[in-house]
């Protein structure tokens, strides 16, 4: 358990320093390389929090990365009509957009529900509950770490 611990403030520490550079441009690989440090410790985190046997992990991971892969597909289509500007659309268009984006919530509140069926299969109730406090709590330590890093 404290092998997992360090590990995640290792990858943590290093991943924030790589942001703390700040001004200097990160190239792809860079970039890809800080994801998937993060990931990695994400990972260590959450099945360390939650007791993944070597098993439940096996199985587990997999679907967690194919459901992140179609919510992510959801939010960049979401993205693309937050990025437009409001001043060059007519209220038609702001009124479709506001319904895909409402359809896109609830394609995502789908996903959940199907992906939360599919991780019972794996994990119990009581881990799954674990696993979403603890990615929430993973989220406020890295946001927290980047914050102190900016300072």
């Known amino acids: 358990m404290k092998v997992t611990h360090l590990l995640f403030l290792f ?6 320093s790589a942001f703390a550079q700040g001004q200097k441009k990160e190239t792809p690989e860079e970039r890809k390389a800080r994801i998937e440090k993060i ?5 260590a985190f959450i099945t360390d929090k939650i007791n993944l046997t070597g098993d439940q992990a096996q199985r587990f991971w997999p679907l ?34 506001l319904q895909t984006r409402l359809s896109i919530r609830q394609r995502e509140l789908e ?5 939360m069926d599919k991780y019972l299969r794996i994990i119990t109730p009581r881990q799954l509950a674990l696993f979403y406090r603890s990615e929430r709590e ?3 330590l890295l946001l927290e770490r980047l914050q102190t890093a900016k300072k």
Do not use: P
């Open 111 to 115: 996903l959940d529900k199907e992906y």
């Open 138 to 140: 993973f989220t406020k």
């Open 11 to 16: 990858l943590l520490l290093t991943a924030s």
């Open 39 to 43: 990931e990695s410790a994400k990972i």
């Open 64 to 97: 967690y990365q194919e459901y992140d892969r179609r919510k992510n597909e959801l939010r960049q289509k979401s993205r693309s009509y937050r990025d437009e500007s409001l001043s060059n659309l007519t209220d038609e268009q702001i009124e479709a957009g």
